[in-house]
């Protein structure tokens, strides 16, 4: 029901370093973590970069759209020294350039995918069929090494489905979805990723039952941890690896 692992690197480690870089990956291996979630989005020309803002200014110096800024433009940019200076230069990765670095130190991965806005049904399709060429290797062999596509966007994960089936699904929901099951069903999704906030026992008991994983973002303390794991809760990202480790 949950082949993954159940403690993983939010952003990367994006409290730790900048978050959605290979400098976060790199830190939240440091620490011994083999999972990771992270947000893709499409640049101008359509290629999918690590990113959680559409808009430059809080990662990325500068006001702007990533959406109209080409990958080879977006590259050049600085996503490290908002962080700390010692990260000055670091640049925005691509989805394809994470994927070899994850393959290569076995990490796996929740690709969430992250719409700008209007960009859905592209962001979905594209993820996906980026996802299915790097693992076609995978798609016969074992179904948890790959990655999870998980996303707010209903449109952007029936356009996943569309284009590549194979690779596995989970809807992600900030608030409680009375129709949370159905939709589940349209995607055939694996899993429900809910914030922990807003989830109660009963809920997390109702989704447990009717056989999907169960994933919580963003969990930084050890007793809610352990609290949700006791509710059966599969698995959760977390923003501080170095507080909540691995085999937690
Ligand atoms: O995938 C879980 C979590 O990352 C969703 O929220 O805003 O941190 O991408 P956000
Ligand atoms: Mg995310």
């Given at each position: 029901?949950?082949?993954?692992?159940?403690?993983?690197?939010?952003?990367?480690?994006?409290?730790?370093?900048?978050?959605?870089?290979?400098?976060?990956?790199?830190?939240?291996?440091?620490?011994?973590?083999?999972?990771?979630?992270?947000?893709?989005?499409?640049?101008?020309?359509?290629?999918?970069?690590?990113?959680?803002?559409?808009?430059?200014?809080?990662?990325?110096?500068?006001?702007?759209?990533?959406?109209?800024?080409?990958?080879?433009?977006?590259?050049?940019?600085?996503?490290?020294?908002?962080?700390?200076?010692?990260?000055?230069?670091?640049?925005?990765?691509?989805?394809?350039?994470?994927?070899?670095?994850?393959?290569?130190?076995?990490?796996?991965?929740?690709?969430?995918?992250?719409?700008?806005?209007?960009?859905?049904?592209?962001?979905?399709?594209?993820?996906?069929?980026?996802?299915?060429?790097?693992?076609?290797?995978?798609?016969?062999?074992?179904?948890?090494?790959?990655?999870?596509?998980?996303?707010?966007?209903?449109?952007?994960?029936?356009?996943?489905?569309?284009?590549?089936?194979?690779?596995?699904?989970?809807?992600?929901l900030?608030n409680p979805h009375p129709?949370w099951k159905?939709?589940?069903?349209?995607?055939?999704?694996?899993?429900l990723?809910v914030?922990h906030k807003h989830l109660s026992q009963e809920w997390a008991a109702e989704i447990k039952n009717a056989?999907y994983?169960l994933?919580c973002?963003?969990?930084?303390?050890?007793?809610?941890?352990?609290e949700l794991?006791r509710w059966g809760v599969?698995?959760?990202?977390?923003?501080?690896?170095?507080?909540?480790?691995?085999?937690?």
């Amino acid at each position: 029901m949950w082949p993954y692992p159940k403690v993983l690197a939010h952003r990367g480690a994006g409290k730790l370093a900048p978050e959605n870089t290979l400098a976060a990956l790199r830190c939240g291996l440091a620490l011994g973590f083999h999972a990771v979630e992270f947000d893709v989005m499409l640049s101008k020309d359509s290629v999918p970069v690590l990113m959680h803002d559409p808009e430059f200014g809080r990662t990325v110096a500068g006001s702007g759209l990533v959406a109209g800024t080409n990958a080879a433009d977006l590259q050049e940019m600085d996503a490290g020294s908002w962080f700390d200076v010692r990260f000055r230069g670091e640049p925005v990765p691509s989805y394809e350039q994470v994927i070899h670095f994850c393959r290569g130190h076995q990490i796996w991965m929740n690709t969430e995918i992250k719409p700008s806005p209007g960009h859905d049904e592209a962001t979905g399709r594209i993820v996906a069929e980026l996802s299915a060429a790097c693992f076609a290797d995978v798609v016969s062999g074992d179904p948890a090494r790959l990655p999870l596509l998980s996303s707010f966007s209903m449109t952007a994960l029936r356009a996943a489905k569309r284009a590549a089936p194979q690779i596995p699904r989970a809807l992600l929901l900030d608030n409680p979805h009375p129709d949370w099951k159905s939709m589940l069903q349209e995607l055939s999704a694996v899993a429900l990723h809910v914030n922990h906030k807003h989830l109660s026992q009963e809920w997390a008991a109702e989704i447990k039952n009717a056989g999907y994983g169960l994933f919580c973002y963003t969990v930084n303390e050890p007793e809610r941890a352990h609290e949700l794991l006791r509710w059966g809760v599969d698995a959760f990202c977390t923003d501080y690896p170095d507080r909540i480790p691995a085999d937690f």
